[in-house]
Structures are given as C-alpha cells and as structure tokens.
C-alpha cells in the first residue's frame, strides 16, 4: 500500500518562504510525474507545479520564478520550495505522484497541508 506523506507548510507573512516535503512510503514503481497541486477555498483545484521522470519540469504562471520543484528519486520524496509567497498563495496543498504501467496512469495523493500568506 502507497501512501504519500506530507510535511511543512504553515502560517508564514507576505514575502516569506515555505518548504513542503512529500515521501512515498511503500514501494512505487513507474512514476511517470511527481507533483504539487493546491486548492483554495471556494475554488477547484489547480496545478501548481510537477515535475516529470525525464526531468523536465512546469509551472503555474502564477508561480513561476518563485516556486522551485525538485525531488530525490532515491527517497521518492518531492518538495516544493515557496519564496516570496503572497496571500493569494494561501491555500491548501497536495502532492500527486502519477505512475503508469501497461500504458494505465494512477495517481496517488497526499494528505494535503494547509498554506496560510498573512498580509
């Protein structure tokens, strides 16, 4: 059984910076993507940042050049590394690893970690 496991995250000021981990526990194999998807109150839930198994990665636009996505493929951990954050950052975060296998993607989600910017 694969559970993705969260940490960090918080109440930070505008302008602080956030780190968030997430550590696949059990054995995962395939993973085709490894990422950051966040929702906010109200709102659905959007994409943030991933990260792919070439390497290649994306971004939000409203993240880009403050978000920084990275990961250690030895721990099968991700983390997301948030500078310069704003209120409108302000959300709940999930992780997602998406494998594939036999041509079926599964995606797995993390227990989520609330964000909070303070003005």
């Known amino acids: 059984q694969v559970q993705l496991v969260q940490s960090g995250g918080g109440l930070v000021q505008s302008g602080g910076s956030l780190r968030l981990s997430c550590a696949a526990s059990?054995?995962?194999?395939?993973?085709?993507?490894m990422g950051w998807y966040r929702q906010a109150p109200g709102k659905q839930r959007e994409s943030v940042a991933r990260?792919?198994?070439?390497?290649?990665?994306n971004y939000a636009d409203a993240v880009k050049g403050r978000f920084t996505i990275s990961r250690d493929n030895a721990k099968n951990t991700v983390y997301l590394q948030m500078n310069s954050l704003r209120p409108e950052d302000t959300a709940v975060y999930y992780c997602?690893?998406?494998?594939?296998?036999?041509?079926?993607?599964?995606?797995?989600w993390g227990q989520g970690t609330q964000v909070t910017v303070s003005s």
């Open positions: 990260i792919f198994s070439t390497g290649s990665t």
């Open positions: 997602n690893f998406k494998t594939i296998s036999e041509g079926t993607m599964r995606d797995y």
């Open positions: 059990g054995r995962i194999f395939s993973i085709y993507s």
